[in-house]
């Protein structure tokens, strides 16, 4: 013990430059973070606080209003039914993308013919230009004769209103959701399989342990890191989806597919309340950063333990 | 690896927030602004555009000025042009929907105009005063549309029915017309100002007004405009159709009324006389079968705040050429479906365009949809429609979605 902190005496003036030099490597990050990410948050945090309207756009003029905006915004009718939205919407796209992600990672794990190819064709829905997608799913779900409608009337059901009925319209979009999701799942996760060192396998083989036992003992395990960054990754990249929404029903019929961030849109540029459209967005906000923390928590006390 | 992990993470959830609802868009494309090009923001598409290019390069003539016009989403054009404004690149003049000069002018990105010795009592009054805000004129009408209800003739006289005038008759018709693999009435659905302005005619006909959304009028007119979809007698693919869709529908014999936009009305005759259908063309109905009040739609050629003097001079020479030399504007408006605001014009332009006689008649009583609102115009679009495709799917009562309207529309004004 004792010569180590004789070892770090003696080299802190070598230390301290050291350090000096590494905070000017940090510098030019920092002023990019700073302007590109941090100058747009400070300012939608702003402008939460103020009255900016039109008028201001123009004349950049503004007043302090304290909480008005958010107050305004959380005692609207419609933001309940957003939120309600947006946490179903994430969670059950969550769930089932990695669900199916995971199924179709252990079906790839072992190579058989085609099936570099069968996997290069399920990335293909996270490449397309989510516009393009979307437009073709409104074919698809279009009313009363899409594709899918005309397909259920081979075996004699009824259409279904799948984007114009309050029943069915949010689960449209998740279903789309989950399809472009699913690539993105099955990617990670089966770079996460190929890192699992096969001896780990083999031991377990001679130790006669079964399919589950070794999915449960081995795989799980070794894939935690690469699940806890995909559902990080995949909450956050959820949780503000717009285009999707924004393409197929704008939030309707109603409100039934109304998520916060396809609502703090049609609050700023529709209905021209900048303000409350701020304050949609800082619960989005709020909302990811509570899950990074929680990530980051978490990814400490691992390294430390 | 896990440092670099979460630092992905720190700025994915950064860049959400940059676009979660930020107001600080990004400025449109540069213009030069030397003495040079005079910019027309507008919305116009395919056709339209060499068609008003024709126009302004006249009016480059007669100015000295060279028009230019910079093309843009009609969705995006009221924050594009605020937006440019502010950056200080601001358009000439602006070619956008009537009810958006309210806004427009005070957001201060309008200036007012001079007419000359043009007559006011040579325009409709609605529409004149739609180139106005409190009291001051910032730009002038081309020509206006509105929305008409047709109708398939043949199906109307087998069912001994006459062409509707009352809620009454509307509703009674529909429900008769209505069979397997036909429905009764049409009207688009769609969110946003598509739904909203289907709609005001009855708000107004029951008595109501924009400015309060949540009163017994408003929630009976709304009642009876969902209730084609809540019983039944509308599709219920029509509340992601546009009149466009729907004409088609009408000209297959699927739909035997609908409420539509005149754009599409010369395309609705020819398809239906392909298919050798008969198209009877009425009025809006209104609650006691009175003549209508509807509100106008069209396009005001209105001045931006960025031109002053001799620049001013020439956006408001070329204004009000564009709203009153007679055979120009016959031919804008027969590709617009457009009446001219211009009364002088009219006539020839009926005889260009014969089924607009029904929009000329309802124009006579139409009312503009800033009228009671103002600047506030916009929320209240949003409001209404997003009330009535609840009430028609069922999702709230109409005394609950129409208070709710009333609330979320008043927020913040």
């Not at chain 1, 279009?142 to 899409?146: A, E, L, M, N, V």
């Not at chain 2, 010795?117 to 040579?122: A, E, S, T």
């Not at chain 2, 007698?233 to 219920?236: E, I, N, T, V």
């Given at each position: 013990m004792s010569h180590v902190i004789e070892n770090s005496v003696r080299r802190r003036p070598h230390g301290m430059r050291a350090s000096a030099a590494r905070v000017l490597f940090i510098l030019p990050v920092l002023a990019f973070l700073l302007l590109v990410f941090g100058y747009p948050i400070a300012f939608n945090i702003w402008l939460t606080f103020q009255s900016y309207d039109l008028k201001s756009m123009i004349t950049g003029v503004s007043e302090f209003v304290g909480f008005a905006n958010i107050v305004s915004a959380v005692t609207d009718p419609n933001f309940g039914t957003a939120l309600l939205n947006t946490l179903f919407f994430t969670l059950a796209s969550l769930f089932v993308q990695f669900i199916i992600g995971l199924a179709l990672a252990l079906f790839f794990y072992n190579n058989f013919p085609l099936s570099r190819t069968i996997r290069a064709m399920l990335v293909l829905p996270w490449l397309v230009p989510s516009i393009v997608a979307t437009t073709a799913w409104r074919f698809i779900f279009?009313?009363?004769?899409?594709f899918l409608n005309q397909l259920l009337g081979v075996f004699g059901v009824a259409p279904v209103h799948w984007l114009t009925s309050n029943d069915t319209a949010l689960v449209s979009i998740i279903i789309i959701n989950i399809w472009i999701g699913i690539a993105f799942n099955l990617v990670l996760l089966h770079s996460g399989l190929q890192s699992i060192p096969t001896e780990q396998y083999e031991a377990a083989a001679i130790d006669c342990a079964g399919y589950w036992k070794r999915f449960w003992y081995i795989t799980m395990p070794a894939l935690r890191p690469v699940i806890a960054v995909l559902l990080v990754l995949g909450f956050v990249y959820t949780l503000k989806q717009f285009d999707l929404v924004w393409t197929l029903t704008k939030g309707g019929p109603g409100n039934s597919s109304q998520l916060l961030s396809t609502w703090s849109y049609s609050l700023s540029f529709q209905s021209n309340k900048f303000g409350q459209g701020a304050a949609v967005a800082d619960v989005l906000f709020l909302l990811s950063g509570l899950i990074i923390i929680g990530y980051t928590y978490v990814q400490r006390k691992h390294a430390n333990a | 690896m896990n440092k670099l992990a979460v630092a992905a993470v720190m700025a994915a959830a950064l860049a959400v927030t940059a676009c979660g609802?930020?107001?600080?868009g990004p400025a449109g494309p540069q213009e030069p602004k030397d003495k040079g090009p005079l910019v027309v923001l507008t919305y116009a598409q395919g056709d339209q555009l060499p068609m008003y290019q024709e126009f302004f390069d006249k009016c480059s003539a007669d100015t000295g000025y060279k028009f230019e016009q910079l093309q843009v989403d009609s969705e995006n054009i009221f924050n594009k042009a605020i937006q440019l404004t502010a950056s200080g690149d601001g358009p000439a003049a602006i070619l956008a929907d009537n009810q958006m000069v309210a806004g427009l002018a005070n957001a201060g990105v309008l200036s007012p105009i001079s007419i000359g010795?043009?007559?006011?009592?040579?325009?409709?009054e609605g529409p004149f005063k739609s180139g106005q805000f409190e009291g001051r004129q910032y730009g002038l009408p081309v020509g206006n549309n509105g929305e008409v209800v047709v109708y398939n003739k043949g199906l109307l006289d087998e069912a001994g029915l006459e062409a509707p005038k009352s809620w009454a008759d509307l509703t009674e018709a529909a429900k008769k017309l209505t069979t397997d693999g036909r429905y009764g009435f049409a009207q688009t659905f769609v969110a946003g100002e598509t739904l909203s302005w289907n709609f005001w005619a009855q708000l107004w006909s029951a008595g109501g007004s924009i400015a309060d959304l949540g009163s017994p009028e408003a929630v009976e007119a709304a009642t009876f405009w969902a209730s084609f979809l809540k019983d039944g007698?509308?599709?219920?693919a029509q509340l992601q159709w546009q009149s466009t869709d729907i004409i088609g529908e009408v000209a297959a014999g699927r739909v035997a009324m609908a409420q539509v936009g005149t754009w599409t009305l010369s395309n609705l005759l020819e398809q239906a006389k392909a298919n050798g259908i008969e198209i009877g063309m009425t009025t809006q109905v209104s609650k006691d079968g009175s003549a209508p009040i509807v509100p106008f739609g069209g396009e005001v050629l209105s001045a931006g705040s960025s031109v002053s003097g001799d620049e001013l001079q020439a956006v408001s020479e070329c204004i009000v050429s564009w709203s009153t030399d007679v055979e120009g504007l016959v031919k804008r408006t027969k590709l617009l479906g457009y009446l001219p605001s211009y009364i002088p014009a009219q006539e020839a332009a009926l005889r260009e365009s014969p089924f607009l006689t029904v929009l000329s008649e309802q124009l006579k009583t139409s009312r503009g949809r800033?009228?009671?609102v103002g600047a506030d115009y916009q929320s209240r679009t949003l409001a209404i429609s997003t009330a009535l495709q609840k009430i028609a799917t069922g999702d709230a009562t109409a005394q609950d979605a129409m208070t709710e309207a009333q609330a979320s529309a008043a927020k913040g004004e």
């Open positions: 279009k009313d009363p004769s899409g | 609802g930020n107001a600080s010795d043009l007559d006011p009592n040579d325009f409709v007698y509308a599709p219920q800033t009228e009671e």
